[in-house]
């Protein structure tokens, strides 16, 4: 169907979208609870999917709606804190790429992003703590189901 509101539109043209964005974060701890609360998201929903596994054994297909950017974050291809030398801790790859996630896509704050976290207890716990203390998500805006 035409939309001559549209017509006008070129790649500089600045686009009002008011949609929320999700971010779902979990771990190999949490992959059932994971899959349940991405199968709850709605059909048009669109955002990042983040899974800590400890190797790309634990890499399953996950039924994420279209609009949905899953990334498998496998420890054992990781390094823990940068220059010692370590293994990468559980709950440390989520966490390092949720913040990256937010330095790129919520530069000019959460607007209408809603998070769920899931898995063991540093994850959660380190990933919920940068929405709410550095990101400014509001603490209703960020869900986790269950901390471990």
Do not use: K
């Amino acid at each position: 169907m035409y939309r001559p509101d549209h017509a006008s539109h070129t790649a500089t043209t600045a686009h009002a979208d008011d949609r929320v964005q999700f971010l779902v974060v979990g771990d190999e701890s949490s992959l059932s609870e994971l899959e349940a609360e991405l199968a709850l998201l709605p059909l048009c929903a669109r955002g990042r999917v983040f899974v800590e596994v400890g190797d790309a054994s634990q890499v399953v297909a996950l039924a994420t709606p279209m609009r949905m950017t899953v990334t498998w974050l496998a420890r054992s291809r990781r390094n823990g804190r940068p220059g010692t030398g370590e293994r990468c801790a559980p709950g440390e790859a989520g966490t390092r790429a949720v913040r990256a996630w937010c330095d790129e896509m919520l530069c000019d704050g959460p607007g209408e992003t809603r998070a769920i976290v899931t898995g063991g207890y540093s994850l959660t716990t380190d990933v919920r703590e940068h929405l709410i203390h550095a990101v400014g998500m509001s603490p209703a805006a960020v869900s986790t189901p269950a901390i471990r």
